[in-house]
């Protein structure tokens, strides 16, 4: 089992919708959680990062970690055909800066 | 905001050479790490790279095969050495500026295909 858990999609949405993107992990360790987008022929962009349960919010996106599940998720409100993109999560834990991805999410937003 | 970048950008190589990777951040970091992303996955670790001694390596990955330097607080390089068809990948080099290790940011990538 990996540690980290993402479904590949690809998922494909209209314009406007509401995308929900999703992880699951096994190693209750964690204590960091961040989502990255990634455009095709570019390194990973760091979206948000959260080290609590909840949620927390920056514009259209959302991001919420529920521990005691040991599921995380990003929420894009009203999607657009620039969010385009393949979105990664990825997880840590104390200081060694070590990070688990998932394998990422392509999201495709059609006009 | 820093900027990463990475040299070269791309590259092809032939099998049993040698290609170095070069990773300048125009401020200081407090670390420096080297992922891989091979095609059609998700990046995993290769090693952080330590400032004036040797890198610490994920399981997995060996000096031999991906020695690294870091001379200074801005600036790496990751080798890959006799490359064959299976290093063709994107080689990433991620960086923390000082704040937790949550904020950690990535290079452009490099896109090697070996032949």
Not at chain 1, 9 to 26: M, R
């Amino acid at each position: 089992q990996k540690e980290v858990e993402q479904d590949p999609g690809p998922l494909s949405v209209p314009e406007g919708a509401i995308v929900s993107l999703n992880c699951t992990y096994s190693n209750s360790a964690f204590q960091y959680f961040m989502w990255y987008r990634q455009y095709s022929r570019k390194g990973p962009e760091l979206l948000m990062y959260t080290y609590s349960s909840g949620n927390k919010e920056d514009g259209r996106f959302t991001a919420q970690v529920d521990k005691s599940s040991k599921y995380i998720s990003l929420f894009i409100r009203d999607s657009q055909p620039s969010d385009s993109a393949t979105y990664l999560c990825a997880m840590g834990s104390g200081n060694t800066g070590k990070l688990i991805f998932g394998q990422g999410t392509t999201l495709q937003v059609k006009p | 905001s820093a900027v990463i970048s990475q040299k070269p950008s791309r590259d092809i190589c032939q099998r049993g050479t040698s290609l170095t990777i070069q990773c300048q951040v125009d401020s200081q970091v407090t670390m420096m790490f080297w992922y891989r992303q091979q095609p059609g996955q998700s990046l995993t670790l290769i090693a952080t790279a330590n400032q004036g001694s040797e890198a610490t390596y994920e399981s997995g990955f060996v000096i031999d095969k991906f020695p690294i330097s870091r001379p200074n607080l801005t600036f790496s390089t990751l080798t890959v050495s006799n490359l064959s068809p299976e290093d063709s990948s994107i080689y990433l080099c991620s960086v923390v500026f000082g704040g937790g290790q949550e904020t950690q940011y990535f290079g452009p990538g490099t896109r090697l295909l070996v032949l």
